[in-house]
């Protein structure tokens, strides 16, 4: 074998061993189960919440329920992804769990940003669930590909208060992390009809989500980045806050957890969503979710709290104030 060819497979060699090494050391689970948030009954009238990976989360009381960025169909392969294949919301997959979750009607399906890790499936959910979407532009465009009416689609104002029953949700003008993180920016301006590519989920307007209750106030901080002072003046009991990609720890707690003056944290988009929701969970590649829960047991004035996905948890008590 001639040495060009040799030095050629050593180097091929030593990529698949990179790879190998890559997909298999995702530190931190270990850490995450320690944090687990406790099972306990849920007292009637609760304000609930249930994760399903990425950062859908659903908020409910017994009487009403949104839902932000819901994502149950997670196509698979980084592969897949990288070669910008073909993707539509599987919705057998997405009935499956609406139904394992007991949710057969919503109020509204929050989106925060048009990736299709936090949009593709909104359409399909809020059909399903006869939910008003709320979003930017390119978010609703995502719900016309879906065939949602009009009726269903309300585009957002940043700021602005819509009332759900209990609920008021307000969204609130944010940045998207790390530069996007390669993924597409700027705008959906056509009805998006599945199957489309991956690149076909362009970012759209990217916000930070308030949603109010009599309990407690949640913040819905989905993506990792921040227009410093954006929320300036606002209050939540407990934050969802996205993980992936975090630049500046510090600084992200600062301009989000700080500045609303939370006291508990709930880490979201931190796991691997290529693969299926009903397999266990692992960290994104590189993503070191040992060093982010590790940043934040380094602030004692938090609280963290982990959740499994399909556990549903009562975040207040329904006759009192906020824990």
């Given amino acids: 074998m001639k040495w060009p060819l040799r030095i050629g497979l050593i180097l091929l060699l030593v990529l698949a061993a990179a790879v190998a090494v890559i997909q298999c050391w995702r530190p931190g689970l270990a850490d995450y189960a320690a944090h687990r948030y406790p099972d306990s009954p849920i007292p009637p009238g609760a304000l609930t919440a249930t994760w399903f990976g990425v950062t ?12 932000a960025d819901p994502f149950f169909s997670r196509p698979p392969g980084m592969l897949n992804a990288l070669l910008n294949r073909r993707i539509e919301p599987d919705e057998a997959r997405i009935s499956a769990w609406l139904q394992r979750a007991g949710v057969e009607h919503l109020d509204a399906v929050l989106v925060s940003h048009s990736h299709y890790d936090h949009a593709m499936d909104a359409g399909a959910v809020a059909r399903l669930t006869g939910a008003t979407l709320l979003g930017s532009e390119s978010s609703l465009n995502i719900g016309r590909g879906a065939g949602l009416p009009e009726s269903q689609l309300r585009r957002v104002e940043p700021g602005a ?4 029953g209990s609920f008021g949700v307000r969204f609130i003008e944010s940045a998207h992390a790390g530069a996007t993180g390669g993924r597409p920016t700027g705008e959906i301006d056509a009805p998006l009809v599945p199957p ?3 690149l076909d989920y362009r970012l759209g307007g990217t916000y930070s989500i308030v949603v109010e209750h009599p309990q407690g106030r949640v913040l819905l901080h989905g993506s990792a980045g921040f227009r410093p002072g ?5 209050r939540a009991d407990l934050v969802f806050l996205g993980v992936a990609a975090v630049d500046d720890l510090e600084t992200y707690l600062r301009e989000t957890v700080g500045t609303v003056g939370a006291r508990r944290v709930i880490p979201t988009h931190w796991d691997d969503f290529w693969r299926p929701l009903e397999q266990p969970l692992r960290p994104l590649p590189l993503s070191r979710l040992d060093h982010i829960l590790a940043g934040l047991r380094a602030h004692p004035e938090l609280r963290v709290q982990t959740l499994e996905p399909g556990q549903t948890v009562a975040l207040f008590q329904a ?5």
């Fill in 56 to 67: 859908a989360v659903l908020l409910r009381d017994g009487q009403h329920a949104v839902m």
């Fill in 161 to 164: 208060r819509y009332p759900f």
């Fill in 196 to 198: 489309a590519r991956y």
């Fill in 230 to 234: 954006m929320l300036r003046g606002e």
């Fill in 319 to 323: 006759s009192s104030s906020p824990e």
